[in-house]
Nanobody, 127 residues
Framework: QVQLVESGGGSVQAGGSLRLSCAAS????????MAWFRQAPGKEREGVAT???????SYPESVKGRFTISQDNAKKILNLQMNSLKPEDTAMYYC?????????????????????WGQGTQVTVSS
């Protein structure tokens, strides 16, 4: 079965960097869309980056230029490099998978389209 296991969260001061990783297993789809979402207490889950099996990436304006999503296809590891972190980036970060299709434009807006989720890793940014 599909498993997504995040790691790399932690606490950092504003302006710092963190790198999250997600180890994926249990699927061999040639087409897929993977994403990082985050959810802060009392707020809706929001997408911060997507990448598909063709290597196409997308980001919302809130993180564009600061966050970079990448993948190691051979090891099935999804990464999120987060630079210039801000206190408003504080949240639980989740790795997500949508099987059988490439990412479509703006899919980070639609958490409901992703059928598989990791357990999350906490990121805390202090001012």
């Amino acid at each position: 079965q599909v498993q997504l296991v995040e790691s790399g969260g932690g606490s950092v001061q504003a302006g710092g960097s963190l790198r999250l990783s997600c180890a994926a297993s249990g699927f061999t789809d040639s087409r897929y869309c993977m994403a990082w979402f985050r959810q802060a207490p009392g707020k809706e889950r929001e997408g911060v980056a997507t990448i598909d099996s063709a290597g196409s990436t997308s980001y919302p304006e809130s993180v564009k230029g600061r966050f970079t999503i990448s993948q190691d296809n051979a090891k099935k590891i999804l990464n999120l490099q987060m630079n210039s972190l801000k206190p408003e980036d504080t949240a639980m970060y989740y790795c997500a998978l949508r099987r059988g299709t490439y990412c479509t434009g703006g899919i980070y807006r639609w958490a409901g389209l992703f059928g598989y989720w990791g357990q999350g890793t906490q990121v805390t940014v202090s001012s």
